[in-house]
C-alpha cells in the first residue's frame, strides 16, 4: 500500500495508542503523518510543511536531517550497532563521556547512561538514596520538589512532579514527595522583582530542609525553567541558596537539565547562570540533537566513591536497561556536542536570542496576551482573559487546541502547554523564520481567544 496521509491516518487510528493523548480527541482532530523532515521543516505526504517551533517535543536542536549527525550516525552503524554496556565498552560511549565531563559545570566528573529523560531521573533519585544507605544513613529516602516541576511519567519521576494533570489518576502509586512553592515569576506581585520573590519563596524551601533534613535525600529541581508545568521562569539566585542550603543541611542537589540543557537558556546549562555545580545532573532531550533516545547523569567523584568497594560489600549501584549507552545514539549524541562545541555556536546562540525577544514584542499590546517571557532562546505567552488582571481561561475551554490546529492549517507546529503558548524551535532557524513563526502564533492567538 502506498503511505499518503489518509491511508496512515486510518490505519494508525486501527493499531496504535499516542502518548498523553485521549485518542478520541482523533474523531475530529486529523493525525499529522510525517514522511520527511528537513532543518526546521516537517513535510506530510501531500507536501505540506510544518515549521516545527517546539523542535518536536524539545528534542531537535540542529534541525531535521543535520548532515553531520546523520554522517556520524552512518559511520557508527557500519560498525557496531548496540553492545552491552556491561563489561563491554565501546569508542562512542567513552567520547560521549569524556565530552560530558570536560563541558558540564566543575565537579561533575563521572557519567551513568540511559535511555531516556525519565530513566535518568529514576537513577538519579535512586543513586541519592543509596549514597546515603551507603554512608549508613538509610533513613534519607524522601525527595523535595517544587510546585509546577515536572520530572518524566515513570511512577518515580512522577512522584517527584507536581503537575496535577500528569499526577492525578496515579497519586496512590506514588511515593509520597514534599512540595516547595515554586520560585517562578508570573503569580508576583507587582512590583517585586523576579530575585526578591525568589528570595522570598525560598524561606519555604529552607524551612523544609531545616524540619526534614534527618529523612530527605535529595532536592530535586529544573533549573531556570520549569517546562511542562508551563514554562515558568524564575531567577538564578534561587539555585545559588538552595546550593548554599543542600550543602549545610547534607541533602543532594538534583539539576534536571532534560529540556534546559545545551543551550536553551541562552548558556550551555542553566546551572552555568548561578555558577552552581549541583550533585547529580540530568541530561536527555538535545543530546542527541532529537535523532535517537539516550540520557546521561552526571555526577562527582564522591559519589562515586561512595560505591567503590569489594562486591560481597553489596555497596554496587543496581540499575540498568538493555540499551544502556546503544552505540548509535551515542554516535548521534558526540556528533551534537561538536556542533555545539563549535566555536561559532555561542555567537549564534545570542542572536537568535535576541531576535526571539524582538519578535515576541508582537505580543506585547494583546488584549489576551498576558505575560510574555522569555530566558534564553525560549519564549512563552499565556492566554488570558483579560490582559490587565491577568484572569486566565479555564483549562477546559480548551483555547491551546484552538492555536494548535491554526497553527497546523497555517503551516506552524505549536503545542500549547494548557493555556501557556511558547516557542521552543531549532537553533537553525532564520531570523526570517522566527518573524513567521511568531506572527503565525499571533493569528492563532487571535483566533483562540474571540469571542
Ligand atoms: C521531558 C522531561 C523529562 C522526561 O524525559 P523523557 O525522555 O520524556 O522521559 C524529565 N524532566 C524534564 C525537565 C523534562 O522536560
Keep these: 500500500m502506498i503511505p499518503s496521509n489518509n491511508n496512515l491516518q486510518s490505519r494508525d487510528l486501527e493499531v496504535l495508542w499516542h502518548p498523553c493523548t485521549q485518542m478520541k480527541d482523533h474523531e475530529n482532530l486529523p493525525l499529522v503523518p510525517i514522511r520527511r523532515g528537513k532543518g526546521v521543516w516537517l513535510e506530510d505526504y501531500s507536501g ?64 551513568f547512561l540511559t535511555d531516556n529523560g525519565s530513566s535518568a531521573v529514576e537513577v538519579a533519585l535512586k543513586m541519592s538514596h543509596h549514597y546515603w544507605r551507603n554512608q549508613g544513613r538509610p533513613g534519607k529516602f524522601r525527595y523535595i520538589c517544587l510546585e509546577h516541576g515536572y520530572h518524566g511519567e515513570t511512577l518515580g519521576a512522577l512522584a517527584v512532579s507536581a503537575v496535577p494533570l500528569y499526577r492525578q489518576a496515579y497519586t496512590p502509586l506514588l511515593m509520597d514527595a514534599l512540595v516547595a512553592p515554586s520560585p517562578e515569576g508570573s503569580t508576583r506581585e507587582a512590583g517585586v522583582t523576579l530575585e526578591e520573590h525568589a528570595r522570598l519563596k525560598f524561606v519555604e524551601m529552607e524551612a523544609l530542609l531545616e524540619r526534614h533534613a534527618a529523612e530527605v535525600c535529595a532536592v530535586i529541581v529544573e533549573p531556570l525553567v520549569q517546562g511542562a508545568g508551563g514554562m515558568r521562569m524564575y531567577h538564578p539566585v534561587y ?28 548558556t550551555m546549562f542553566a546551572c552555568e547562570q548561578a555558577g552552581i555545580s549541583p550533585d547529580l545532573m540530568c541530561l536527555s532531550k538535545g543530546l542527541s540533537g532529537g535523532y535517537l533516545p539516550i540520557a546521561a547523569v552526571l555526577t562527582h567523584e564522591d559519589m562515586y566513591q561512595a560505591f567503590y568497594d569489594d562486591y560481597g560489600k553489596g555497596t554496587t549501584f543496581m540499575h540498568s536497561h538493555s540499551y544502556t549507552g546503544n552505540s548509535l545514539a551515542c554516535s548521534a549524541a558526540v556528533a551534537t556536542l561538536g556542533l555545539l562545541q563549535d566555536h561559532s555556536f555561542a555567537g549564534r546562540l545570542e542572536q537568535l536570542e535576541t531576535r526571539m525577544a524582538q519578535a515576541a514584542e508582537c505580543f506585547a499590546d494583546h488584549p489576551h496576551a498576558g505575560e510574555v517571557r522569555q530566558t534564553g532562546v525560549i ?14 481561561y479555564p483549562v477546559a475551554e480548551r483555547r491551546g487546541l484552538a492555536v ?33 513563526m511568531m506572527e503565525t502564533a499571533l ?9
Design 48 to 111: 505540506r510543511r510544518y515549521l516545527d517551533a517546539i523542535s518536536s517535543w524539545w528534542v531537535n536542536l540542529f534541525g531535521h536531517s543535520n548532515f553531520q549527525i546523520t554522517q556520524a550516525i552512518r559511520r557508527q552503524l557500519d560498525r557496531l550497532q548496540q553492545v552491552m554496556l556491561a563489561g563491554f565498552t565501546h569508542e562512542s560511549a567513552v567520547q560521549l563521556a569524556e565530552r560530558l565531563v570536560a563541558m558540564t559545570p566543575e565537579g561533575l566528573c563521572r557519567c
Design 239 to 266: 539555585l545559588q541558596l538552595l546550593r548554599e542550603a543542600c550543602q549545610r543541611y547534607q541533602v543532594h542537589l538534583i539539576a534536571d537539565e532534560i529540556a534546559v540543557g545545551f543551550g536553551r537558556t541562552g
Design 379 to 392: 519564549v512563552a505567552v499565556e492566554m488570558v482573559r483579560d490582559a490587565q488582571t491577568r484572569e486566565p
Design 404 to 436: 494548535y490546529r491554526y497553527g497546523l492549517e497555517h503551516g506552524v507546529l505549536l503545542r500549547p502547554l494548557g493555556n501557556v503558548l511558547y516557542f521552543m524551535p531549532p537553533y537553525v532557524i532564520t531570523p526570517e523564520q522566527v518573524g513567521t
Design 443 to 451: 493569528r492563532a492567538l487571535h483566533v483562540a481567544t474571540k469571542e
